[in-house]
């Protein structure tokens, strides 16, 4: 097993971006076998997509990567790098786009709804963007790729340009990957409005918990979070509309790895004076060690750069012999 996975570096990491993505990672790389290998990135370069200032790209780099080691990717199990650092990234993309079709661009969703209405002014990027994540897929020979439901239709267009390779050129060069999309994803919403995502850019620095709260900011948001005024019902199913209990109760059943339904039983009749302190807590004592581990790897940069430095020599070695194979399937090198 070959597993491979990237995200945008984003700053203000909250709740969401770790129970939604990044604690996904960790349970994969600690369920792997000594066969297998995790290949872990930030992918910055599909991050030049929407323009930023490189002060701040430079910190979300340093913020994801920090984030991910304290929540528990390790380093020196895994291959952890960003794909700048990795130019073999940009050059096998560059292959691939004589393979991939307008057409299927034209088709791809993410574009579309990314672009809006003023699809003239979006940037080449945007629309390459699906074939800069099969090279980065397909360089490792990746076999499985745990993403989110909205990614499935790039690795479908991996899948779909990698044959088209292979038949065109007469090789047996790259293996197709495997989309692995968790069946319940942890969605977690707003703190002030239980129909809405948690969310970085939300102005209410109530309506999220961010990775870097204290104790007491945890407790306060929590304390703070909007219900309704009913106790809580005996299963999961009293909590069809009511999106904030739900919100609530979900993340207490994810952070304790069991289900709304056993959550529900535990505090059925009581109230949100009795169930918020218990969800603080929960929340503090998970938070707290991650939190701790995350200030200490941003207090070093040159450490968290070192770290990324070495993944990156790892990971280009591990894509030599794939983007030298296609170099040479296309007669462009001997
Ligand atoms: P973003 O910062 O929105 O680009 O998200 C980075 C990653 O975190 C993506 O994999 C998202 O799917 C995930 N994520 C962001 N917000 C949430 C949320 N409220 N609930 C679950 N996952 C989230
Ligand atoms: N496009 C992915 C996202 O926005 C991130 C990504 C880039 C990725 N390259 C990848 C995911 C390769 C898996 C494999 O979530």
Redesign the pocket.
Known sequence: MRV?????PTGNLHLGNYLG?IRNWVRMQDEMDADSQCFF?L?DM?SITVHEEPAARIRHVRDMAAALVAAGIDPNRSVLFN?ARVPAHAELCWLLNGTARIGWLNRMT?FKDKAGKNRESASVGLYV??V???A??LLYQ?TH????E??KQ??EL?RDLATKFNADFGVELFTLPDPIIPKESARIMSLRDGTAKMSKSDPSDMSRINLTDDDDAIMQKVKKAKTDPEPLPESAEGLAGRPEANNLIGIYATLAGTTADAVCAEFAGKGFGAFKPALGELLVETLRPIRMRFMDLRSDDTALDAILEKGAAKASAAAEPTLRAAYRAMGLMR
């Open positions: 491979l996975s990237g995200i945008q993505a990135f992918a599909h794909q993410q963007y699906p800069l994540m099969a980065d897929v990746a790729v745990p993403v989110g909205d990614q790039h690795l991996t």
